[in-house]
C-alpha cells in the first residue's frame, strides 16, 4: 500500500503497502485551515524561512499522462486503514503504529517542527508525534489526496472515519479514552497541507519552510520513485528539508511492485533493505534503529499488493 504519490508518476510507496496506501502522500493541494485557527495555507510560508519540506517525487516531471493525478482515489485508497474490518490494513496498521508510539513517546523525538513527506490522505502516521511536536506540516502529491486530508482536519461532512485508529494509538499509549483529544491535539498541530514532490530537488517548492527537527515519510518511497537512482536522489532531496542532526523516520515495505486502488492499478519500486541503508549512509544518515516484520501468512493471498516484508527505520542527519 503506497499512498498517493509524492513521487511523480510511476511508484506510490509501494502499495500503500496498505496504509497510506500504505500511506502515499504527495500531493494536490488546498490550503488547509487549522482547527479554530485561520486558514492553513498550503503553498505558504508557515515559519521563519528554511527549506522545503516535504519530499513526495523527487524526479522530473513527465510528459506521460500523470497516472496519480488521474487515476488515484483517496477513498478507495482510504479502505486499507480500516482498522480490524481488513487484515491487510490490521497488519500494517498495527506494525506501524507501535513502532510509532515507540519512537514518539516520553524521552523519544520531540521538537518544534515534523514535516510529513507524502502524506496521502492518512493521519495515522502523525498520531503519535502529535504529543511531542509543536507544528506540523503535511504534504502530498495530489490534489485529491490534500483535498481528502483537509476534509479530516476541517471536520467537514464525508470525512474518513480515523476514530478506531485513533483508539487503538490511544490504548497504545495507556488510555484509550483520550481519542476525541487526540483528534483535536492533531488537528491544532498540523498548520499546512502542502503540493510536494520529492523527484524534485526542492520537493515542496515554492514553499519555503526552516529546517525541521523531524521528516516522517510513510509507503510513500516505493511508490513515487520509478527507479534506484530516483529513489537515492529523493533521498538526497528530502535531506535539504532536515537540520543537521535531525532525525528522518521512514517506513514502508520491502519487495513491492505494485499495489491497487480500487480498480487501478499503480507500479511501484521493490525496495530492498541492502538498497536502503547503503542509499541514507551514502547521503550522510545514521541508522539509528530498524525494526521488520515478513508478511503474514493471512494476507498472502490478498492480491492487492506483492510486499514480502514491512520496515520501519529512524536514521539521523549527520552534518
Known amino acids: 500500500m503506497a ?48 527549506q522545503s519540506p516535504l519530499p513526495s517525487m523527487a524526479l522530473q516531471e513527465s510528459k506521460k499522462p500523470d497516472v ?25 496498521l498495527h506494525f506501524l503504529l507501535k513502532h510509532y508510539n515507540a519512537t514518539f513517546k516520553p524521552g523519544g523525538l520531540k521538537g518544534k517542527l515534523l514535516i510529513d513527506i507524502g502524506s496521502g490522505p492518512t493521519i495515522y502516521q502523525l498520531l503519535s508525534a502529535c504529543e511531542t511536536f509543536e507544528v506540523i506540516v503535511a504534504s502530498d502529491y495530489t490534489d485529491k489526496n490534500r483535498q481528502e486530508l483537509e476534509k479530516w ?6 470525512a474518513f ?7 487503538y494509538v490511544c490504548e497504545l499509549e495507556g488510555n484509550r479514552d483520550r481519542w476525541a483529544e487526540k483528534e483535536e491535539r492533531l488537528r491544532k498541530a498540523v498548520r499546512q497541507v502542502l503540493k510536494c514532490d520529492i523527484l524534485k530537488e526542492r520537493p515542496l517548492e515554492p514553499a519555503v519552510l526552516p ?3 523531524c521528516l516522517i515519510s510513510s509507503l510513500c518511497l516505493e511508490a513515487a520513485c520509478p527507479t534506484l537512482g530516483a529513489c537515492r536522489d529523493a533521498l538526497r532531496h528530502i535531506k535539504t528539508l532536515l537540520q543537521p542532526r535531525g532525525h528522518l523516520v521512514l517506513s514502508g515495505t520491502f519487495g513491492s511492485t505494485f499495489y491497487m486502488v480500487g480498480d487501478k492499478w499503480f507500479p511501484t519500486l521493490p525496495l530492498e ?38 520496515f520501519f527505520l529512524v536514521a539521523r542527519r549527520g552534518d
Open 3 to 50: 499512498k498517493g504519490r509524492g513521487v511523480q508518476e510511476t511508484s506510490f510507496i509501494g502499495f500503500m503497502a496498505f496504509i497510506q496506501v500504505f500511506g502515499l502522500r504527495g500531493g494536490g493541494g488546498t490550503e488547509p485551515k487549522c482547527h479554530q485557527e485561520g486558514p492553513r495555507q498550503s503553498d505558504q510560508l508557515l515559519l521563519p524561512p528554511g
Open 68 to 92: 496519480y493525478q488521474t487515476n488515484f482515489e483517496p477513498t478507495s485508497y482510504l479502505e486499507y486503514f480500516k482498522l480490524d474490518q481488513d487484515p491487510m490494513a490490521k497488519e500494517v
Open 153 to 158: 482536519l476541517k471536520k467537514e461532512p464525508g
Open 161 to 167: 472515519d480515523w476514530s478506531p485508529v485513533v483508539k
Open 211 to 213: 529546517p525541521a527537527n
Open 273 to 310: 533493505e541492502k538498497f536502503l541503508l547503503e542509499a541514507l549512509q551514502e547521503i550522510g544518515f545514521t541508522i539509528e534503529k530498524l525494526e521488520k516484520a515478513p508478511r503474514a501468512a493471512e494476507t498472502l493471498l490478498d492480491n492487492r499488493s506483492d510486499y514480502t516484508r514491512m
